[in-house]
């Protein structure tokens, strides 16, 4: 499974970015996904799950009506809308995959791993 992650950059406060993320090696509406973050000298953490079909998408209260994230089966690609953009939100983001086809939020569930791109955002 491979996972390409694309779209990150600088942006002012209060900005906009659009993360993608294109997945193959797989069937890809089979599983769910995820876009985690990691800041400096922090963990990982989860800023937007979705399962396989779309209907169901968890937020932690940090992002929640700021972000959202979307999947499109037919091109195998996840994304991440961000909007409202803090300083807070600098970070390098990645996406993820389980390997099995289950919904979660957790960092342990998660076996495939994008590259990450790096998301700056400027006061």
């Known amino acids: 499974v491979q996972l390409q992650a694309s779209g990150g950059g600088l942006v002012q406060a209060g900005g906009s970015l659009r993360l993608s993320c294109a997945a193959s090696?797989?069937?890809?509406?089979?599983?769910?996904m995820g876009w985690f973050r990691q800041a400096p000298g922090k963990e990982r953490v989860v800023v937007a799950a979705i399962n396989r079909s779309g209907g169901y998408t968890y937020y932690p209260n940090s992002v929640k009506g700021r972000f959202t994230i979307s999947r499109d089966n037919a091109k195998s690609t996840v994304y991440l809308q961000m909007n409202s953009l803090k300083p807070e939100d600098t970070a390098v983001y990645y996406c993820?995959?389980?390997?099995?086809?289950?919904?979660?939020?957790?960092?342990?569930?998660?076996?495939?791993w994008g590259q990450g791109t790096l998301v700056t955002v400027s006061s």
């Open positions: 993820a995959t389980p390997s099995r086809p289950i919904m979660s939020i957790r960092n342990d569930d998660y076996d495939y």
């Open positions: 090696g797989r069937t890809f509406s089979v599983y769910a």
